[in-house]
Structures are given as structure tokens and as C-alpha cells.
């Protein structure tokens, strides 16, 4: 059930609130894809830049996490968790994937956020495959 959870939390929300309706506990349930990739619903919709999909569970009682913040455009949030823990600005989520891809997921706030992320430390940034994916609003 978690792994059929985190697939769907990528892009389909229906499904995604009947299976929380029927486990509730399955807002902050990891799948371990195996070599250390562990992904959670909110750690897929966030490397989607799905927020509407982050939204849902975070309302459902997901946990807050950087890279979450960082692609929802929380930056005082992102700025926090680096000040608490600057070696964060290195953390892989998902796949492997950056704080700095993320922030490029941030829709209106993508430049904001990937300009804060670059002043902490400039990456080179690859081109990201999830923008224009969705029109009208999850993706910049």
C-alpha cells in the first residue's frame, strides 16, 4: 500500500485522498526504493512540483521537510532550517534530487528561491525535466 501511495502522490490526487481517507498513517509512510532513496508522498509531490498534491498532505498531516518548503516557496522556512543545519544545503532528497532543483519547482517564487539557494552555495543548474509539465499554476 505505501508503495502504491508514493507512486500516486506524484500526480494523482483523487487516488491519493482515498487511499489517506482509508490509512490516515500513510501521510508520513517512506518507501525505500532501495541504496538509500527513501520517498514519502510529500517528497514526490515536492520533486514534482506538484503543490496541490503538498498541500493535501501536509493538511492530512504530512511533515514539513526542506525540500517541501524550498519548492513550495517558503523561503524564511528554507532559510531557518539552513541556519539550524547549514550542511542541509548539500542534502539529497528523492532520487537524489537538490534543494536547488527543487527550487526551481517553486513556481512564482522559483527565482527567489533558486537566487537564496545560489548565495549559499552556487551549483550549476541542470535543466529541470518536471517544469511546464502542468499548466496553470504547479510549475513555473
Known amino acids: 500500500m505505501v508503495q502504491d501511495f508514493v507512486i500516486f502522490a506524484h500526480t494523482d490526487i483523487a ?32 520533486h514534482m512540483g506538484n503543490r496541490e498534491m503538498a498541500s493535501l498532505l501536509l493538511e492530512r498531516g504530512a511533515r514539513m521537510d526542506i525540500f517541501c518548503a524550498t ?6 522556512a528554507v532559510k531557518a532550517f539552513l541556519r539550524l543545519q547549514p550542511k542541509l544545503i548539500d542534502a539529497k532528497g528523492p532520487h537524489g534530487f537538490s534543494l536547488h532543483f527543487h527550487a526551481q519547482l517553486a513556481g512564482p517564487d522559483a527565482d527567489r528561491m533558486v537566487d537564496y539557494l545560489q548565495s549559499v552555495k552556487k551549483v550549476e543548474l541542470k535543466p529541470n525535466p518536471f517544469l511546464n509539465m502542468k499548466k496553470g499554476g504547479d510549475k513555473k
Do not use: C, I, T, Y
Not at 482515498?18 to 514526490?44: C, I, Q, V, Y
Not at 519548492?71 to 524564511?76: K, P
Open 15 to 46: 487516488m491519493v485522498k482515498k487511499l489517506l481517507d482509508r490509512e490516515p498513517a500513510l501521510a508520513n509512510a517512506f518507501m525505500d526504493w532501495g541504496g538509500g532513496d527513501w520517498e514519502s508522498g510529500l517528497g514526490a509531490a515536492a
Open 71 to 76: 519548492m513550495m516557496g517558503q523561503l524564511e
